[in-house]
């Protein structure tokens, strides 16, 4: 009954939104024709997602959709098309729009990496000021392969890092915070599949594999209504769809791991695929070491690790009319450890992803994509000794269906409208213990099931030349045993043209989130389970409001923007002290729910033209969260409001990219955050239990998160130098990490100090342990 009552809502608040759009759709209107086609990248013929295309003497364009499709309705009449893409030339073309045709475009790679030659006043810098979606930051994988980065691995989700709003969880994590998130209330999609997990290596680097990466979207706020589920930012990735043209082979090789693409047509004009696989090789290394030492005195094994992955996609056209896509992943990351003593320990974890969408062109005015796919995170822990074995396990499991419509009936509307359906399987802990010889042995199961659904509809309407809108609504509904939940997501966002070069903008976003990441923060490795809205664990909800300027300058060639947002949050998650997070058969009772708010202001100064490129970024920006008594306990920090560990009040970011030379671009970036909000003791208590015992001190703890660590700061250095092979193309790419050799805290533990000669405890002393020094790296790249 309440699902039927939030459906009826639903379709009556979707109506008063969309009626006048629907009825100016409907006005009678001089003669437009449809201007439709793909864009593909002219080296391989795969498409380019993104891409734009515009109409500079109409103030008018469009961007690609993930397929490449753009639709244009044009008045009859002498038009000059500008279509842009990063990375790639920019084309113009002539057209005298007489009737609806079919235009496909093939833009060839630009030379220098990063500069495009545009035409004032359009491509890509000028599209991001005529849209009116803020908060949205988009990258490729040509841009994050120039950057240097950390043992030469290059990494989407760390160069993501360096845009204003996003905050890293620490040295070398991968983590995102997202004006004022969690790292849980982020939706990692890959190919419209859900990933759980985006890390490998304990957080160091992401499962996306910059080889079969096509693009990256980033939203931070203003979400448009087909995407849901989380309250922070949503991480949309797509992958390459392989050479249609002929069959190649790409890779690379550096200090820590390798890669292998292949790639190629499946049949002329018909399809292609993509085959791209990683894998590092800590572990061989460890082994040598190992065994060379395991007959010294005090032999203390190194423990095993290493990550591998998978990447595969295929296109097929089953006409001209419809197309097949189909996307897999698959990674696991390996721990073991293998003591002398007979305590063995081994620990696994990663993702599997699959996903099959069908895309079908009804008109060049209506698409629809159709995806099914499969998503699974799991982790394992096995540990020995001696007789006994101990194994611990947690996944989740999702199916879902989803379908998404486009339709353009004219140059001032673009609806959108669908539906999402999961299926959600959650392995909360999964235990079994016992000995060999059977004398003993437990286990236990810990499962839930969950049901998600949305159904979601937007309009894109451009009221005038000046004026642009898009809004829409989001029906969410969840299901759990006996329990459901379910709201209303409206979202709106605004762009005013002040002039041809200034834009006005402003959004809204509300959103639901109702599964939620319990990660035991005791634990040193990524133990995490995902637990579903159930009983008194409410969905998380947050509602987010951003306005800002944009700002074209010198003559089209820089992007300034300035965004001021503030964001609230309910239901926030917390676990009581002491929580028992793995095998409770009653995880509820150990959650405690608060409100947290965020606040801040990005500045963004960007350059996509020219040898030198890059961007510049600060944001000023402050985070807390409040959890009041509950359920018997004092709440968190005896409710009152402190900042969590991922609040940063300054944030700077520079990334410059130089073409020297046809062969050597050279780069470089620097970031500066403030320091990290922690909790240490402001005193010691001493105390003696007995006369004669010993003395014991033990720590006086003050609020939580009192103390900062010292700011963090580092530069990075890289330079790619293309080599001159006889088939194909190669590169050296050389990287200094931390070039200046910053000890950044990672944190911070207290030390005894004795008397020399007493030996009595007189103090104690604060030490700061940090990560990474300077870590120089080569990498070898090469494409045949």
Same mark, same amino acid.
């Given at each position: 009954?309440?699902?039927?009552?939030?459906?009826?809502?639903?379709?009556?608040?979707? @109506?008063?939104?969309?009626?006048?759009?629907?009825?100016?759709?409907?006005?009678?209107?001089?003669?437009?024709?449809?201007?439709?086609?793909?864009?593909?990248?002219?080296?391989?013929?795969?498409?380019?997602?993104?891409?734009?295309?515009?109409?500079?003497?109409?103030?008018?364009?469009?961007?690609?959709?993930?397929?490449?499709?753009?639709?244009?309705?044009?008045?009859? =009449?002498?038009?000059?098309?500008?279509?842009?893409?990063?990375?790639?030339?920019?084309?113009?073309?002539?057209?005298?729009?007489?009737?609806?045709?079919?235009?496909?475009? &093939?833009?060839?790679?630009?030379?220098?990496?990063?500069?495009?030659?545009?035409?004032?006043?359009?491509?890509?810098?000028?599209?991001?000021?005529?849209?009116?979606?803020?908060?949205?930051?988009?990258?490729?994988?040509?841009?994050?392969?120039?950057?240097?980065?950390?043992?030469?691995?290059?990494?989407?989700?760390?160069?993501?890092?360096?845009?204003?709003?996003?905050?890293? =969880?620490?040295?070398?994590? #991968?983590?995102?915070?997202?004006?004022?998130?969690?790292?849980?209330?982020?939706?990692?999609?890959?190919?419209?599949? $859900?990933?759980?997990?985006?890390?490998?290596?304990?957080?160091?680097?992401?499962?996306?594999?910059?080889?079969? $990466?096509?693009?990256?979207?980033?939203?931070?706020?203003?979400?448009?209504?087909?995407?849901?589920?989380?309250?922070?930012?949503?991480?949309?990735?797509?992958?390459?769809?392989?050479?249609?043209?002929?069959?190649?082979?790409?890779?690379?090789?550096?200090?820590? *791991?390798?890669?292998?693409?292949?790639?190629?047509?499946?049949?002329?004009?018909?399809?292609?695929?993509?085959?791209?696989?990683?894998?590092?090789?800590?572990?061989?290394?460890?082994?040598?070491?190992?065994?060379?030492?395991?007959?010294?005195?005090?032999?203390?094994?190194?423990?095993?690790?290493?990550?591998?992955?998978?990447?595969?996609?295929?296109?097929?056209?089953?006409?001209?009319?419809?197309?097949?896509?189909?996307?897999?992943?698959?990674?696991?990351?390996?721990?073991?450890?293998?003591?002398?003593?007979?305590?063995?320990?081994?620990?696994?974890?990663?993702?599997?992803?699959?996903?099959?969408?069908?895309?079908?062109?009804?008109?060049?005015?209506?698409?629809?994509?159709?995806?099914?796919?499969?998503?699974?995170?799991?982790?394992?822990?096995?540990?020995?000794?001696?007789?006994?074995?101990?194994?611990?396990? #947690?996944?989740?499991?999702?199916?879902?269906?989803?379908?998404?419509?486009?339709?353009?009936?004219?140059?001032?509307?673009?609806?959108?409208?669908?539906?999402?359906?999961?299926?959600?399987?959650?392995?909360? @802990?999964?235990?079994?213990?016992?000995?060999?010889?059977? *004398?003993?042995?437990?286990?236990?199961?810990?499962?839930?099931?969950?049901?998600?659904?949305?159904?979601?509809?937007?309009?894109?309407?451009?009221?005038?030349?000046?004026?642009?809108?898009?809004?829409?609504?989001?029906?969410?509904?969840?299901?759990?045993?006996?329990?459901?939940?379910?709201?209303?997501?409206?979202?709106?966002?605004?762009?005013? &043209?002040?002039?041809?070069?200034?834009?006005?903008?402003?959004?809204?976003?509300?959103?639901?989130?109702?599964?939620?990441?319990?990660?035991?923060?005791?634990?040193?490795?990524?133990?995490?389970?995902?637990?579903?809205?159930?009983?008194?664990?409410?969905?998380?909800?947050?509602?987010?409001?951003?306005?800002?300027?944009?700002?074209?300058?010198?003559?089209?060639?820089?992007?300034?923007?300035?965004?001021?947002?503030?964001?609230?949050?309910?239901?926030?998650?917390?676990?009581?002290?002491?929580?028992?997070?793995?095998?409770?058969?009653?995880?509820?009772?150990?959650?405690?729910?608060?409100?947290?708010?965020?606040?801040?202001?990005?500045?963004?100064?960007?350059?996509?033209?020219?040898?030198?490129?890059?961007?510049?970024?600060?944001?000023?920006?402050?985070?807390?969260?409040?959890?009041?008594?509950?359920?018997?306990?004092?709440?968190?920090?005896?409710?009152?409001?402190?900042?969590?560990?991922?609040?940063?009040?300054?944030?700077?970011?520079?990334?410059?990219?130089?073409?020297?030379?046809?062969?050597?671009?050279?780069?470089?970036?620097?970031?500066?955050?403030? =320091?990290?909000?922690?909790?240490?003791?402001?005193?010691?208590?001493?105390?003696?239990?007995?006369?004669?015992?010993?003395?014991?001190?033990?720590?006086?703890?003050?609020?939580?998160?009192?103390?900062?660590?010292?700011?963090?700061?580092?530069?990075?250095?890289?330079?790619?130098?293309?080599?001159?092979?006889?088939?194909?193309?190669?590169?050296?790419?050389?990287?200094?990490?931390?070039?200046?050799?910053?000890?950044?805290?990672?944190?911070?533990?207290?030390?005894?100090?004795?008397?020399?000669?007493?030996?009595?405890?007189? #103090?104690?002393?604060?030490?700061? $342990? #940090?990560?990474?020094?300077?870590?120089? &790296?080569?990498?070898?790249?090469?494409?045949?």
């Amino acid at each position: 009954m309440r699902l039927l009552v939030l459906l009826t809502r639903f379709g009556l608040l979707l @109506g008063l939104v969309l009626l006048p759009g629907l009825v100016a759709a409907q006005q009678p209107a001089a003669p437009r024709y449809t201007i439709s086609g793909r864009i593909r990248s002219g080296a391989d013929k795969s498409v380019l997602p993104g891409a734009s295309v515009a109409v500079p003497a109409l103030g008018t364009g469009v961007t690609a959709d993930s397929t490449g499709l753009y639709s244009l309705l044009l008045p009859a =009449g002498r038009y000059q098309l500008v279509i842009s893409f990063i990375g790639y030339q920019t084309q113009t073309r002539d057209l005298n729009v007489t009737h609806s045709q079919r235009l496909s475009f &093939s833009l060839p790679e630009s030379n220098n990496e990063l500069g495009e030659v545009t035409v004032v006043g359009s491509g890509t810098l000028a599209q991001k000021l005529q849209t009116p979606q803020m908060s949205v930051e988009r990258l490729t994988t040509r841009e994050a392969k120039l950057l240097p980065a950390l043992f030469g691995e290059v990494d989407l989700l760390k160069t993501l890092q360096l845009k204003p709003g996003v905050q890293n =969880g620490g040295e070398g994590t #991968s983590g995102l915070f997202v004006r004022g998130g969690s790292a849980d209330q982020n939706l990692f999609l890959l190919d419209e599949a $859900v990933v759980y997990n985006p890390s490998h290596l304990f957080g160091l680097f992401s499962v996306f594999n910059p080889d079969a $990466v096509q693009s990256v979207d980033l939203y931070k706020g203003g979400f448009p209504a087909q995407y849901g589920g989380r309250l922070s930012s949503v991480v949309d990735v797509k992958l390459r769809e392989g050479n249609a043209e002929k069959y190649a082979v790409s890779g690379g090789l550096g200090l820590i *791991s390798s890669r292998l693409t292949v790639e190629g047509p499946i049949a002329k004009d018909k399809g292609s695929f993509i085959l791209s696989g990683r894998r590092t090789y800590f572990d061989v290394f460890t082994r040598q070491i190992n065994k060379l030492n395991e007959n010294t005195k005090d032999y203390n094994p190194i423990p095993d690790y290493y990550f591998y992955d998978f990447n595969a996609k295929a296109n097929y056209k089953l006409g001209e009319k419809d197309q097949l896509f189909l996307t897999g992943y698959y990674g696991r990351d390996i721990f073991g450890f293998n003591s002398t003593n007979g305590f063995n320990f081994d620990f696994g974890w990663g993702n599997t992803v699959g996903a099959l969408r069908w895309n079908h062109v009804f008109s060049p005015r209506l698409f629809v994509n159709t995806t099914v796919s499969a998503t699974r995170y799991q982790y394992s822990i096995g540990n020995k000794l001696d007789q006994f074995a101990f194994s611990l396990s #947690s996944d989740i499991q999702d199916f879902a269906l989803r379908t998404d419509f486009e339709y353009t009936p004219n140059e001032k509307h673009t609806f959108k409208a669908g539906a999402t359906a999961t299926s959600h399987q959650f392995g909360v @802990g999964r235990l079994q213990a016992g000995s060999q010889d059977g *004398s003993l042995n437990i286990g236990s199961d810990v499962t839930y099931a969950g049901q998600e659904a949305a159904l979601y509809a937007s309009d894109n309407f451009r009221v005038t030349d000046k004026l642009q809108l898009e809004y829409g609504l989001r029906l969410t509904g969840f299901r759990s045993g006996s329990d459901v939940f379910g709201g209303l997501e409206p979202r709106a966002s605004a762009r005013y &043209s002040l002039t041809p070069s200034t834009s006005l903008k402003a959004s809204y976003a509300q959103m639901y989130q109702y599964v939620h990441l319990v990660s035991n923060s005791g634990a040193s490795l990524p133990t995490d389970i995902w637990y579903p809205s159930r009983l008194n664990v409410k969905p998380q909800r947050s509602q987010q409001v951003a306005t800002g300027a944009s700002f074209l300058l010198f003559n089209g060639q820089f992007l300034l923007t300035d965004e001021v947002y503030y964001k609230w949050a309910r239901n926030q998650v917390d676990f009581r002290d002491g929580a028992q997070l793995f095998v409770n058969s009653d995880l509820d009772a150990e959650f405690l729910f608060g409100k947290g708010w965020a606040y801040g202001n990005e500045i963004y100064l960007e350059k996509k033209q020219g040898r030198t490129t890059g961007w510049i970024g600060y944001t000023l920006a402050w985070t807390q969260r409040s959890f009041q008594p509950q359920r018997g306990t004092t709440g968190i920090n005896n409710g009152k409001d402190f900042f969590p560990t991922y609040d940063r009040r300054h944030n700077l970011t520079v990334v410059v990219l130089h073409q020297l030379s046809e062969r050597i671009n050279l780069t470089g970036s620097f970031v500066y955050t403030s =320091g990290a909000p922690t909790t240490l003791p402001s005193g010691r208590f001493v105390f003696q239990d007995i006369y004669g015992a010993d003395i014991e001190a033990a720590p006086i703890y003050p609020d939580r998160n009192t103390y900062r660590l010292a700011p963090y700061h580092r530069l990075d250095l890289g330079l790619v130098y293309k080599l001159k092979p006889r088939r194909g193309e190669s590169d050296l790419t050389f990287s200094i990490y931390n070039a200046y050799n910053r000890r950044n805290a990672y944190f911070v533990y207290f030390d005894q100090v004795e008397d020399e000669q007493t030996e009595d405890i007189t #103090s104690f002393r604060a030490r700061q $342990v #940090s990560l990474f020094p300077v870590i120089p &790296s080569v990498t070898y790249n090469f494409k045949f």
